[in-house]
């Protein structure tokens, strides 16, 4: 199994700065998702990223994903207090397993 | 949009039971669902890969017998926890792939919170 190092592990941060999570593994993956967790909630589906250098953009979110198919990063732009949440990438190793960064806990604070 | 039925959202059980999770696929078919444990404020960890009308898959680590799956159709798998323990409290959670306009991802249950007292 590959593994996925998610960063930072906590973030607090006030309304209207910006942030950026990265997500970095020395395997490729044939692709790279995002999701978004509330508690006691199952994760939430933001964006996949398929192809090596590919950029998708949600509103205030941007998501990238490396030239080698190994790296992503996911910002946020003036951020807002319903971002706050724990975010989560997984890479798709090839037979569909997800495997799972370890989080990033977001707090915009007001 | 694609939607994952998982119940009981909370069991409390009593230690030696056996607590049984159920994941529906409501509008889309799924012929393989994925369960995943979740302890507090860590990410998910995936326990088994679970395949319509055959074994399950099991990770390294996870213990087959104890962690029964059946994926008896189409639209539903099952996660028994036989003879539950206090350690076994956790947030279990199942999920299965499909496509959309946000690319290829995967649908979540709700969770199932698992308290064994």
């Known amino acids: 199994t590959q593994l996925l190092e998610q960063s930072p592990q906590f973030l607090s941060i006030q309304e209207g700065e910006n942030l950026t999570v990265y997500c970095n593994s020395s395997s490729v993956f044939s692709s790279l998702q995002w999701y978004r967790q509330e508690p006691g909630e199952g994760p939430v589906l933001l964006v996949t990223?398929?192809?090596?250098?590919e950029v998708k953009k949600l509103k205030r979110l941007t998501f990238q994903f490396g030239d080698a198919r190994k790296d992503s990063s996911l910002h946020i732009t003036a951020a807002q207090t319903g971002d706050t949440g724990l975010y989560l990438c997984a890479g798709e190793e090839y037979g569909n397993k997800l495997v799972f960064g370890a989080g990033t806990i977001l707090r915009v604070k007001s | 949009g694609a939607v994952v039925s998982q119940h009981p959202s909370r069991v409390i059980c009593k230690s030696g039971t056996s607590v049984k999770i159920e994941c529906r696929s409501l509008?889309?078919?799924?012929?393989?669902m994925f369960w995943y444990r979740q302890f507090p404020k860590q990410s998910l960890m995936l326990m088994a890969t679970?395949?319509?009308?055959?074994?399950?898959?099991?990770e390294q680590g996870v213990e087959k017998d104890k962690f029964l799956i059946n994926h008896a159709s189409l639209t539903l798998s099952t996660l028994t926890v036989t003879s539950a323990h206090p350690e076994d409290s956790s947030f279990y959670i199942c999920s299965a792939g499909e496509t959309r306009g946000l690319g290829y991802g995967y649908t979540f249950g709700s969770g199932t919170r698992l308290t064994v007292v």
């Open positions: 509008d889309f078919q799924a012929t393989t």
């Open positions: 990223v398929v192809t090596g250098g």
């Open positions: 679970s395949n319509e009308g055959s074994k399950a898959t099991y």
